[in-house]
């Protein structure tokens, strides 16, 4: 019997959305491209590692000062109509509030510890002013991270696109001028990336001044902080997942290290590019379709994670067979960076898998459990760092991040079927994780000559799509609803 396709009803503003979240996604890679071989050259493994902990942090204290707003608005947000657009604007104005005053206390704490965040962070004193630096982004960076989600939520996804294609120029052009031309280092860095903050956040509140022009709501701050707050432990754990692998490596590796695997990360960033436009597009789509008609919501979203784990599959596969090709091009100092590839985006497919089973948890307002399987993985994967690091190095740090997010992918798949059961196909996405997996290997391989390495990946990257039509992952039904929404994305434009 055919399968019938199941998916929203209306796919264009999905795909006009991805399309739009996907160019600005392509953004951050392509920064990571334009300025990686110059930092890799200029810059020691030490120095480079510096870097990696210093915009760490800035990223661990913006996670932290968020108080789990971001999610909170949007889903406070889709608890009234386009009727009620004046409640609509209280729970924007008191989530940004909140949220605001929480980074400006965090970035005064740092100021003021410096030197005690230097040595915890670093591993030594004397660092301060990086510090005082990364401090004052806090702000910036929280208020361009709100302000994003309020464009995502009321979906302007234009005025998101062309104010990151801005900040991220102003940043690429000062950091590299400054550091080819003016002799900067990593301290020249950060505050390029703090004028580009600024300019951003400057920017996105200008366009959203309307969803602003609310009133202040203790009624919505408790509702919303009951909501949010049991996400803080989450966000840690997400922060423990995602970067703490980093500063285990600084205190039991060496800078070099980090700055190797530093690299490492810089490569499986790319994947995030496709998973990071289409689960921003994808979440408030499906609360939407939700709120019209559930039962639609749920087999949306069943679908979806097949198709997701295919372009994450197929994608990271591609990126760990030849990411000792394009580490030699644009970083030959960093020679043994390619091997933490694999389990990285590996990891990066885990992440998105788990990002995605939440949505289901989030729907039935049962937030609690996100925080207690994120604290339990974490705690895995921080007993996994300190065990594999020092054996394996960067490979370690890098199995142990996959460990843990596969750990709290199940996790998320086992509560959200029980909390709200939802048509998922597990058998099609362990198949193609294990399929990609597998041919990564061959990445690992020392074949010559280049000719012959090149076509040999290929041909692993088309016996993926072959195997995974065989075993029946991928059936014809799906590559076609596949190809609808790609050409979709095609035949619209960003707005």
């Known amino acids: 019997m055919a399968e019938a396709p199941v998916g929203p009803a209306n796919p264009a503003p999905l ?264 689960l921003f597009a994808l979440t408030p789509f499906l609360f939407s379709v939700y709120a019209e008609d559930p039962l639609q919501e749920k087999a949306a979203r069943g679908r979806t994670l097949t198709y997701l784990v295919f372009i994450l599959s197929i994608s990271g596969l591609a990126l760990t067979l030849y990411a000792k090709e394009v580490l030699d091009i644009v970083a030959p100092k960093f020679d043994d960076a390619y091997l933490a590839v694999g389990p990285l985006v590996l990891g990066t497919a885990a992440n998105g898998i788990a990002t995605l089973l939440t949505t289901g948890i989030s729907i039935v307002r049962r937030t609690v459990y996100l925080a207690v399987f994120g604290v339990l993985c974490a705690a895995l994967n921080i007993g996994l760092n300190v065990a594999l690091i020092p054996p394996f190095g960067i490979v370690g740090a890098a199995i142990a991040t996959t460990i843990g997010y596969g750990a709290l992918a199940i996790s998320y798949y086992w509560i959200s079927q029980r909390l709200y059961p939802t048509p998922y196909e597990p058998s099609k996405v362990l198949t193609m994780l294990t399929v990609a997996s597998l041919l990564a290997i061959i990445g690992l391989l020392p074949i010559e000559p280049l000719g012959l390495a090149i076509a040999v990946k290929l041909a692993a990257l088309g016996a993926f799509v072959g195997i995974s039509w065989l075993a029946g992952a991928m059936t014809r039904t799906e590559y076609r609803e596949l190809r609808r929404f790609v050409a979709g994305m095609l035949r619209v434009a960003p707005g």
């Open 15 to 278: 795909a006009r959305q991805t399309l739009a979240y996907g160019l600005t996604g392509l953004i951050v890679p392509l920064v990571g491209l334009i300025t990686l071989p110059v930092f890799a050259r200029v810059f020691t493994r030490s120095q480079y590692g510096i870097l990696e902990l210093a915009t760490t942090t800035g990223t661990v204290v913006v996670t932290l000062t968020d108080l789990g707003m971001m999610a909170a608005t949007l889903r406070s947000f889709y608890d009234y109509r386009d009727e009620q657009e004046p409640e609509r604007r209280n729970v924007v104005l008191t989530g940004f509030l909140t949220t605001a005053a929480a980074a400006l206390t965090a970035a005064a704490l740092m100021i003021l510890l410096r030197e005690q965040v230097s040595s915890a962070v670093f591993g030594r004193a004397g660092l301060g002013t990086i510090v005082v630096l990364v401090a004052l982004t806090v702000p910036a960076l929280n208020t361009w991270r709100f302000t994003s989600e309020v464009m995502r939520i009321r979906q302007q996804a234009f005025y998101y696109f062309a104010l990151s294609v801005v900040a991220a120029a102003i940043s690429t052009v000062l950091g590299v001028v400054g550091v080819l031309a003016f002799d900067w280092r990593v301290k020249g860095v950060i505050v390029a990336g703090l004028i580009a903050a600024v300019l951003s956040a400057a920017g996105a509140l200008f366009v959203i001044r309307r969803s602003l022009a609310g009133r202040f709501s203790r009624t919505h701050q408790r509702a919303m902080l009951a909501f949010g707050l049991p996400l803080v432990p989450s966000a840690l754990s997400a922060w423990a997942l995602a970067l703490i692998d980093r500063i285990i490596l600084a205190r039991l590796g060496t800078l070099s290290e980090v700055g190797q695997y530093a690299i490492a990360n810089r490569i499986s960033m790319l994947m995030m590019l496709g998973m990071t436009a289409f």
